[in-house]
């Protein structure tokens, strides 16, 4: 499977803060990219695909991919206590994906 | 997206006995993959099931300690055989819905199993 790294957590942030979650891939030919969010003894429920170079807004979420630097990224604006849960960063591999290790946010109220 | 449920929800199971875990969905679908994702880690691909064909195991996964079936369109069947505690896990099944740049996967609830 490739290669998909995120930062490392737990990352902590107060309530009404950014929460920025950052995932890097070893594939240059991957074109799918997606987060999905997992709460705690849950399934992993998809928040964000992004498939073009730029910035993709849905709500409080925006996800940025750069291609060229096999880069993507999810920021979560005005983060709010239900935030709190495991993101995981997963990359197109052929018809599959592969999920890279997830990062836990915890939003301190 | 598609409605995917799973059975049993978890499980208490006695080492070298063997538990089948089943996966359907509210409508009809290609892919159906199954993914392990054992305690505090990420999501590990066992294999890919498409009906009507022999499921696609994943280097690590073999078919004589994870038989899969895939009848039709809406189910497929993961059996974890003769279980060790390694294989206490959360097992998921997902399926893809396609947009043209496809692979977008949603995930049923998970089946949590305990092996002692």
């Known amino acids: 499977q490739k290669e998909v790294e995120q930062n490392s957590g737990p990352l902590s942030v107060p309530e009404g803060a950014i929460a920025s979650l950052n995932c890097t891939y070893s594939?240059?030919?991957?074109?799918?990219f997606f987060w999905y969010r997992q709460y705690s003894g849950k399934s992993p429920e998809l928040i964000m695909s992004?498939?073009?170079?730029g910035d993709k807004e849905d709500g409080r979420f925006t996800a940025q991919l750069n291609k060229a630097s096999q880069y993507v990224s999810l920021l979560i604006r005005d983060s709010q206590p239900s935030d709190s849960a495991t993101y995981l960063c997963a990359v197109n591999d052929d018809y599959k994906l592969s999920f890279g290790a997830g990062t836990t946010v915890t939003v301190r109220a | 997206s598609a409605v995917i449920s799973q059975k049993p929800s978890r499980d208490i199971c006695q080492r070298g006995t063997s538990l089948t875990i089943q996966c359907q969905v509210d409508s009809q679908v290609t892919m159906m993959f199954w993914y392990r994702q054992q305690p505090g880690q990420s999501l590990t691909l066992i294999a890919t099931a498409n009906q009507g064909s022999e499921a696609t195991y994943e280097s690590g996964f073999v078919i004589d300690k994870f038989p899969i079936s895939r009848p039709n369109l809406t189910f497929s069947t993961l059996t974890v055989s003769n279980m060790s505690p390694e294989d206490s896990s959360i097992y998921l099944c997902?399926?893809?819905?396609?947009?043209?740049?496809?692979?977008?996967?949603?995930f049923g609830p998970g089946t949590r199993l305990l092996v002692l």
């Open positions: 594939d240059r030919v991957s074109q799918s």
């Open positions: 992004i498939y073009s170079n």
């Open positions: 997902s399926v893809e819905e396609g947009a043209p740049a496809g692979e977008t996967q949603y």
